[in-house]
């Protein structure tokens, strides 16, 4: 991989940036202890009285705030016992009934959308679970007396839903765990800790985030990460105000190689950034390195970013953390603050005054 040298005209990368104001970084460099919180603060959570002998569960919630569901979907087949599926809608799945467990997720606790959804739960006798950080959930949640975890986001300074993943992604294993639906690593304990030693690694993330500088981003990514790459690709669109789009194999190789021939400047605005773990299926690995040979062919450029940790959840758990710097970076070379989302805040207001 190389690395240009950084633009002239690009602020420089530290703790303290006035192009920062809502404290991005500190949230990131706090993951930590977002989960640590959640580990204290869950283990004597009520939970549904029933929701270990629910036949699946439907993840309910928008943006930043289902991203740990889609964490946890895509470790499906690693540590959960029954299907998981992200409902990103105003109604939840025709199939969801009382032995459906659906949880909730709001930062805020006042997404409309999620309301909707929790109406609907309640409606047809499901086991529901709410995730929020206050707001109208944390009402409803009193009123019917729901179970939930109404969290105090000590660790997310910058107070952004997208930033606070520790408490959505160790909320789910928690609750899921203690429902018997999950399959706990026996050292999740040691995860803040695993964490805080990847910090190190921040550096090379900075060298990364300038050779991607000016150029749309296609993720490369498979199984187990693929939750994790698209909070990555959000937070690339949130914080860096940066194209990107993620794909996943196998399926990619069945359509996207025949996409990369035009338009014919393609190689000048577009990169590819592929996630590399070596607990990949061995066809999968087989079938990076020919995707890398093809992508090369087409003479685009490509990076690699490598993932550690001792089981899926953990390199998860270290993508979350690396993608979030990631971003951060770039925002910073882009001369742009990571925190305020004016685009979204400019469609939700309009929303708001068609009502």
Known sequence: MHSDPLPPSSPPISDSSDLDTTGVRKSILALPDQCQQV????????????????????????????????????????IIKIPVIISTEYHLPNFVNERTLVIICSYSGNTEETLSSLAEARARGAQIFIIASGGKLAELARQFDFPNYIFHPLHNPSNQPRMGLGYNIMSLVVLLSRCQLLHQPSDLGLLPQFLRSRQSNFPHLVHLSRDLTGHAIAIICAEHLKGAAYAMRNQLHENAKTFAVMFDLPELNHHLLEGLTYPQNLKDHLTFLFIDSPRYHPEVTRRFALTQEIVKKQRLSAYHLEVAGNSQLFEAMDLVQSGAYLAYSLSQINGVDPGPIPWVDWFKDKMHDQT
């Open 39 to 78: 580990f204290k603060d869950m283990a004597t959570t009520t939970i549904p009285p029933h929701c270990y002998n629910v036949n699946n569960i439907v993840v309910s919630g928008m943006g930043g705030s289902v991203l740990g569901g889609r964490i946890i979907a895509s470790l499906e087949r690693q």
